[in-house]
């Protein structure tokens, strides 16, 4: 995993660098996922205030370069929502992401927008055509189509 670390490491610096300038203060760190989080995801964050952990899934380690750019940039994208509400707006958003499933929705579909205007869309499209969400979360996600949709009609596609 250290090798694994060290490259998506990389990527998420350069993805802060050339897409997401307001996290270049941020302190973003790597870490292998639990088996709950690569059981359901590809990788999740979570955000600390002065920093954030991001939690890759060993499964990442087969997709395209372009998806992985595409699902990192869709988790900066929960960091840049998170840095937006201050510590109660946070709070209470973690709350309700975590008990209504609305919430995880708008939040989900935030990330991916914010992915999509800073010009990730065809590997969001690539990554939801071929894997996909869990049955169990795949409502709570954009769908290809909506991806595409989406980014067509902010001429991000």
């Keep these: 995993m250290v090798e694994n670390k060290k490259n998506y490491q ?7 660098r050339k897409s997401f300038p307001e996290l270049k203060k941020n ?18 964050v979570t955000y600390v ?3 954030s952990i991001l ?3 060993k499964k990442m380690r087969d997709y395209s370069e372009e998806i992985i750019e595409s699902v990192l940039a869709h988790e ?9 509400y201050g510590f109660f707006g946070y709070t209470w958003r973690g709350f309700r992401y975590l008990t209504f499933r609305g919430a995880r929705t708008i939040e989900e579909n935030v990330a991916d927008k914010i992915a999509i205007d800073r ?8 990554f939801k055509n071929k894997y996909g969400h869990p049955e169990k979360y795949k409502e709570c996600y954009m769908s290809a189509k909506e991806v595409k949709e989406y980014a067509k009609s902010v001429k991000k596609w």
């Excluded at 990389?10 to 802060?16: P, R």
């Excluded at 760190?29 to 059981?39: G, P, R």
């Design 76 to 84: 900066l994208g929960h960091i840049v929502g998170f840095k937006s």
């Design 10 to 16: 990389k990527i998420v610096d350069e993805l802060v």
């Design 49 to 51: 205030f002065l920093f």
């Design 55 to 57: 939690k890759i899934s």
């Design 119 to 126: 010009g990730y869309a065809k590997g969001l499209y690539e």
């Design 27 to 44: 302190k973003i760190f790597i870490s292998e996922a639990s088996k709950w989080v690569s059981k359901y995801f590809s990788a999740a």
